[in-house]
């Protein structure tokens, strides 16, 4: 069997997705998880970029073990310099220098020649291995490039000392086709390319992020760059789980090759990583959105019931999804409730099993029948990463047809209640306003959004907004069995984002 190297890039590339910002604590906790997923390397951000990227990369450097820790730098000796002091904690540190290859890049944006462009990469892939004996060259906008000039700087990084070659298609411009046939070439007319990894690392702007670095993998590829529910720049990136499932699942098409990844684990972190980011899992994403494996039409029910393989190609269970059914109620004890949160992949302290289980008695109260969904979010909300400044204590609410919105909404803040009032055009806006009105920050709400967890009328309503504050975008999710107070909660975890900053 050959190994196909997964290479996550959520933590940089998926980042830079607008609104996805997320702080050390947050990028540490998603790359635990993806270790624990089996990633062969994390990149970890892009170092040089800012002062809490470097020390995120750092902090992950030092924590996360297992993973290569890649750092992402131009082909700058600063960029490189802030790469390495970022990434050297790290057992298996790694720098990531690019330089775009192609006329338009070259011409408008870099405003260099050919020649130039050769010797800068060369230049910064030797200085990059003077200080790390791992080191990734990416001709940025690869696909794109005049095909004998990218011939001619892979190999000269690759004699200048890279051991890993991406080839992006940064743009996601490729067809499937002739990007598996841009690699084969690679392969035939790179005369050293035995000597370094092809890697691959393609955008989705046509869809075809995952297509494209299928067929590369058919043609030669052995890493592949992706980010975890496909979030990146723009349309994003190709989907680590689509990719990792592609690959599984048809093993006779792809024989002979096969990833390190726990597959197991594949559900809770696209879990983790929307709620961290605040980018909400579209219902028919594949692989981990909530009807991947929902099967609606009597005749496929019917199938499924007789023969799962009928209309099945993956077991839920295989990628970590435990299914919908009824749990928990009011009167489920604690022990039920930790033994189902074991089975869900949460091993919890004591302190904090006692925290998760007072607010699901709070929730049990108001709500039936409590569904694995519905835990998930109990516990995922209970330990948030970010330390609220601000809490919710109360609010009330009056509101109708015939009468103007009014809210009056109670904080906890550094031990003291602080209470605010507010007209507004609804319920929300009025709840909303009353608390810029205590916190006294001025922010735009760019998105919002209401989901049921479950069904039934007594399901847990799921609010996620993001939040514009001095053009940075800052992402909040809240959930209860009433929808004002989820919009509440996830109004306050943007705005404590915002102070935490
Ligand atoms: O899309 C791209 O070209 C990139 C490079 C920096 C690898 O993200
Ligand atoms: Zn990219």
Redesign the pocket.
């Known amino acids: 069997m050959e190994k196909i190297l997964i290479f996550d ?1 959520t933590l940089r ?1 998926g980042e830079q997705a607008p609104g996805a910002a997320l702080n050390q604590k947050e990028k540490l906790e998603i790359a635990q998880a993806l270790a624990d997923l089996g990633a062969d390397f994390i990149e970890a951000g892009f170092p040089v970029s800012s002062k809490g990227d470097f020390e995120a990369v750092k902090l992950v450097a030092k924590s996360v073990k297992g993973p290569g820790i890649c750092g ?1 730098a131009r082909s700058i000796k600063k960029d490189i310099d802030a790469s390495f002091d970022a990434v050297k904690f790290s057992k298996r540190p790694r720098i ?1 220098v ?1 330089l775009a290859t192609s006329k338009i890049h070259m011409k408008y944006k870099l405003r260099k020649a050919e020649d130039e462009i050769l010797r800068l990469a060369v230049d910064a892939v030797k200085y990059a291995r003077k200080k790390c004996s791992d080191v990734e060259f ?1 001709p ?2 690869a696909s794109r490039s005049e095909r004998n000039f990218l011939f001619r700087v892979v190999e000269e990084v690759i004699r200048a000392g890279a051991s890993t070659v ?1 080839i ?1 298609d ?1 743009v996601g411009y490729s067809q499937p086709q002739e990007y598996g046939s841009l690699i084969k070439a690679i392969k035939e007319n790179v005369p050293n390319i035995g000597k370094a990894v092809i890697s691959v ?1 393609c ?1 989705n702007d046509l869809g075809l992020g995952v297509a494209n670095s299928l067929e590369a993998i058919r043609n030669g590829a052995r890493q592949v ?1 992706c980010t975890v529910n496909g979030i990146g ?1 723009r349309a994003g990136n190709a989907s680590l789980e689509e990719i990792v499932m592609a690959i599984n699942t048809r093993n006779d098409f792809f024989a002979n090759l096969k990833t390190n990844i726990n597959r197991k684990e594949i559900y809770k972190v696209s879990r983790l990583v929307s709620k961290l980011t605040g980018f909400v899992i579209a219902p028919n994403k594949a692989i981990v959105g909530a009807n991947a494996f929902r099967h609606e039409s009597g005749i496929h029910q019917d199938g499924v019931l007789k023969e799962r393989s009928t209309y099945e190609i993956i077991h839920p269970e295989d990628v970590g999804f435990t299914g919908v059914g009824i749990v928990l109620g009011k009167h489920s004890g604690r022990h039920a409730f930790s033994e189902r949160l074991k089975a869900l992949g949460f091993h919890l302290s004591q302190n904090q099993l006692e925290q998760a289980f007072e607010r699901f008695k709070q929730i049990a109260d108001k709500k039936k029948d409590i569904f694995d969904d519905d835990l998930r979010i109990i516990v995922e909300e209970e330990f948030r990463v970010t330390k609220p400044l601000w809490e919710l204590d109360s609010f009330e609410v009056n509101s109708g047809t015939r009468i103007t919105p009014v809210a009056c909404v109670r904080l906890k803040h550094k031990g003291k209640i602080v209470s605010g009032q507010s007209v507004g055009d609804g319920p929300v806006d009025a709840c909303f306003k009353a608390i810029d009105k205590i916190i006294g920050v001025k922010v735009k709400l760019d998105d919002y959004r209401l989901e049921a967890v479950t069904s039934g009328k007594d399901a847990l309503g799921e609010v996620s907004l993001r939040l514009i504050f001095e053009n940075k975008t800052f992402s909040g999710r809240g959930s209860s069995t009433d929808i004002i107070e989820s919009s509440l909660r996830a109004y306050l975890e943007a705005l404590n984002k915002i102070k935490a900053k």
């Open positions: 890039t590339d992402l990531h690019f990416s940025e906008d991406n992006p940064t690392h955008h760059e720049e």
